[in-house]
């Protein structure tokens, strides 16, 4: 499951984002970070789905994929306003994929 593989890049990229330079500064890189996830995810969990769909996916991975996506919406729908809530949703959403990663791997 490459997209699980991916998120925890992502998510940590946006960390990046939020901790680098000055506040100001930090919060337009995270914003552009943001921005660029989350164009992306729709259409990259469209196509894993599509993908699942037709080559058979058994229910655990389909679940799997669907729950990486509803930590990735959840990032998307409700960002964080500043860099201690941000990393605080960042951490959370980092805790979720590598629960994620580790059962996909099992």
């Known amino acids: 499951m490459k997209y699980v593989v991916l998120l925890p890049a992502l998510l940590m990229s946006i960390v990046m984002a939020l901790v680098s330079c ?15 996830i989350c164009v992306a995810e729709p259409g990259i969990y469209a196509i894993s789905v599509s993908l699942a769909n037709s080559h058979g996916w058994s229910a655990s991975k389909i679940n799997k994929l669907n729950t990486a996506h509803a930590v990735v919406y959840r990032l998307c729908t409700d960002r964080p306003t500043n860099m201690i809530a941000g990393l605080v949703t960042l951490t959370a ?9 580790s059962a996909t791997e099992a």
């Open 22 to 36: 000055t506040s100001t500064e930090s919060q337009a890189n995270a914003a552009k970070v943001f921005d660029t």
């Open 93 to 101: 959403a980092y805790r979720d994929i590598l629960a994620l990663k």
